[in-house]
């Protein structure tokens, strides 16, 4: 089995070129067969939610909804930040059906003996 991934995402849509790539390194993963984690915290909270992640970054980019797609049908899961997440009034049931509420100690159980990580 290929080693595992965590993505780091700190940047919501105010920085849509940040996370596009950031996306673009987790679908890789995931594809590939790797047990992939994106971790979101601060605005990223927000992608996790129902139909928040749209858009196109820019020319030649894929649509961010077709990003979330993908990761998802390759299994990749994400961990959202409580702490910023509900600092932001956010509800947990418009979480999309990859993602779930958690902070520092779940990311570092998942991440076990180790992973490759990215940080946006």
Known sequence: MPGKAVVSLTTGLEDTERVTVAFLVAVGAAEEGRPTLMFLTKEAVRLALEG?????????????????????????????????????????????????????????????????TFSY
């Open 52 to 116: 928040f992640a749209v858009g196109v970054a820019c020319a030649g980019c894929p649509p961010l909804p077709e990003l979330v797609e993908r990761y998802q049908n390759a299994s990749g899961t994400f961990l959202v930040c409580p702490i910023c997440f509900n600092a932001r009034g956010l509800d947990e049931a418009g979480l999309i059906k990859a993602a779930t509420l958690g902070g520092t100690v779940p990311m570092w159980r998942w991440i076990g003996d180790g992973a490759t």
